[in-house]
């Protein structure tokens, strides 16, 4: 990724959660924790692109992540200002062209399986086609050394539930976690948290709660991430863009069991179950 000069950024995070009282099994009131849910509209120069159903923690980055994986942009260099205002559910993004049109982007979309998200754009499954990721490596050691790590993790889900859970890891190492009411929300996060801090995927390891399907490993592609790993299981398409674009798969994966569905080759199994 080509260094450039960041936005500006509002710094509009929410908290996760509220209380309520509910009535538990035995009829007894008992104060529960809510995972927040909020409406996020993103407009680019004024036009409005799509909105998004989100927890509200790192509203900025989740724009920025989208827009990038959407392929909005290509360069962070072209976008100068990123402002959220809860007040009007909205975030202004401002850019340094003077005449901005995302009609082409917005012209060929796809409904999806996602949660908290719904929609990716038609073109870039034809944009996959070129996309190929760079062959990495992991011993099997270090893959139950990150899954001890994760269990660790998911302190909203453990609190309240109704969210899911995406990591950036460097070998058994948690670099950023995310919570969110969509895993595709999450997934923007952190490309956004990439994209904003200069971060190249070749060495890393993607890890979500959820299933992963195709639009999933599509945007793992797009983040240039070899390994993508999931506690959830997969679908079809979802292993056949793997294939295409030499993904590594791994599904079912908690404690000392996973299921490599593509890139097997690049596991490097001690030998035997541990």
């Known amino acids: 990724m080509n260094k450039a000069k960041k936005p500006e950024m509002t ?5 996760f959660s509220k209380s309520t009282i509910a009535v538990d099994e035995c009829g007894n009131k008992r104060q529960i924790e809510l995972v927040g849910e909020r409406a996020l509209t993103i407009y680019v120069d004024k036009q409005e692109i799509v909105t998004l159903m989100t927890m509200g923690t790192h509203p900025e980055l989740l724009t920025l992540g989208y827009l990038k994986n959407q392929g909005f942009f290509e360069q962070l260099s072209e976008i100068n200002i990123v402002q959220v205002d809860w007040e009007t559910e909205a975030v202004a993004v401002v ?7 995302f009609s082409k ?5 796809t409904v ?11 073109r870039l499954m034809d944009k996959l086609k070129d996309t190929k990721v760079s062959s990495f490596f992991i011993k099997q050691t270090t893959l139950y050394g990150l899954l001890d790590s994760l269990k660790h993790q998911n302190e909203i889900y453990k609190k309240a539930g109704a969210v899911h859970g995406c990591a950036l890891c460097t070998g058994d190492q948690i670099d950023f976690f995310v919570e969110d009411v969509g895993r595709h929300n999450a997934v923007d996060v952190i490309a956004g948290y990439m994209w904003l801090n200069n971060i190249s995927g070749n060495n890393k390891i993607f890890y979500t709660t959820g299933r992963l399907t195709s639009e999933m490993v599509i945007k793992i592609a797009q983040m240039a991430i070899p390994i993508l790993l999931s506690r959830s299981g997969a679908t079809q398409m979802g292993l056949d863009m793997a294939k295409q674009s030499g993904v590594t798969l791994i599904s079912r994966a908690k404690g000392k069991h996973f299921m490599v569905l593509h890139g097997v080759e ?5 030998g035997g179950c541990l």
Not at 105 to 109: A, D, L, P, T
């Open 11 to 15: 710094d509009a995070g929410l908290g």
């Open 266 to 270: 690049n596991i490097k199994f001690k």
């Open 105 to 109: 982007q917005m012209e060929q979309r």
């Open 95 to 101: 850019t340094n062209s003077k005449s901005s049109d």
């Open 112 to 122: 999806t399986t996602g949660c908290g998200q719904g929609t990716v754009f038609g």
